[in-house]
């Protein structure tokens, strides 16, 4: 018994051509229901996907987040070096706290009046590079960056107005006074 394809070929209602291309479709149709028969391979394959897809985007963000923190900390470190004010010839210790520890830099006679009226603060250089001394202004604006850099700053003092029910108010404290 012959195959329909022969016997179509024989009668000639078709040629060699046109039977390659309905066996082709035919193979095509027989893989298509052979991958409509095995959803689970398909379902394990996109959750394997859908997983690797996942762990790409936290492995990104994570990136993303470490390169935010190194151009912050670069920052920073640009507007200290920047910014600082030169110790040089530094013969007067100034103390302050740090993380609960008392810490003590020498810096020049003229600065210790600026740092306690708050016109100035100490910054940390970085890790093992010690402290710097800034303006107020640089202060505050690493504050707003990087507040633990900011290590003293006292508050800018008011010019003290004199109260008006003040009784020694016309009795100056003289410059000579010892306590």
Same mark, same amino acid.
């Given at each position: 018994m012959a195959s329909l394809k022969e016997q179509l070929l024989k009668a000639g209602l078709a040629d060699k051509k046109q039977a390659r291309r309905a066996e082709h479709e035919k193979r095509q149709a027989k893989q298509r229901q052979a991958k409509g028969q095995a959803p689970a391979d =398909? #379902?394990? #394959?996109r959750a394997a996907r859908e997983a690797q897809a996942e762990r790409s985007r936290a !492995?990104?963000? =994570?990136?993303e987040e470490q390169a935010r923190a190194r151009a912050l900390a670069a920052e920073v470190a640009q507007i200290i070096a920047t910014n600082k004010i030169s110790r040089e010839n530094g013969d007067v210790p100034y103390q302050f706290t740090d993380q609960r520890k008392v810490q003590k830099i020498y810096v020049p006679?003229? !600065?210790i009046d600026p740092l306690a009226r708050g016109q100035m603060g100490v910054v940390r250089a970085g890790q093992g590079k010690g402290y710097e001394v800034v303006p107020l202004e640089t202060a505050l604006r690493l504050r707003e960056r990087a507040p633990e850099v900011v290590v003293s700053l006292h508050a800018p003092q008011k010019a003290s107005t004199a109260d008006e029910d003040d009784p020694y108010a016309d009795f100056p404290i003289p410059d000579d006074l010892m306590w």
């Open positions: =398909q #379902v394990d #394959v !492995l990104n963000a =994570q990136r006679k003229a !600065l």
